[in-house]
């Protein structure tokens, strides 16, 4: 069983950067998609980031494109999140996810497709 874990969650301050990490259990596979995913209280979870493993393509929501960077270690099966210029609105529990991508590929930022999931890691971005 594929297992995922998060790490490098914390507090920052607006306009701070975090490095957010997932560490995959069990090789995968180099065809997936893996994600990040985040969810405060009262809100659905929405999509931050995806990555098509086999070629490197990443996804982005609007609301942290520019701001926040996706990327893979295969070598070592790690997922990151490099989050830059944070906002209190960013401030959330972030969960990383993997998926095949017959399941996720059309739309790499909806949960539903992915089998995977970490435990999550809480991100507080406040003053």
Do not use: N
Not at 9 to 23: E, I
Not at 60 to 78: E, L, M, N
């Amino acid at each position: 069983q594929v297992q995922l874990m998060e790490f490098g969650g914390g507090s920052v301050q607006p306009g701070g950067s975090l490095r957010l990490s997932c560490a995959v259990s069990d090789y995968i596979g180099s065809d997936f998609y893996m994600a990040w995913f985040r969810r405060t209280p009262g809100q659905e979870r929405e999509g931050v980031a995806a990555i098509y493993s086999a070629d490197g393509y990443t996804f982005y929501a609007d609301s942290v494109k520019g701001r926040f960077t996706i990327s893979q270690d295969v070598v070592v099966g790690t997922l990151y999140l490099d989050m830059g210029v944070l906002k209190r609105e960013d401030t959330a529990v972030y969960y990383c996810a993997a998926g095949p991508p017959w399941k996720t590929r059309l739309r790499p930022l909806r949960g539903h497709g992915y089998d995977y999931w970490g435990q999550g890691t809480q991100v507080t971005v406040s003053s």
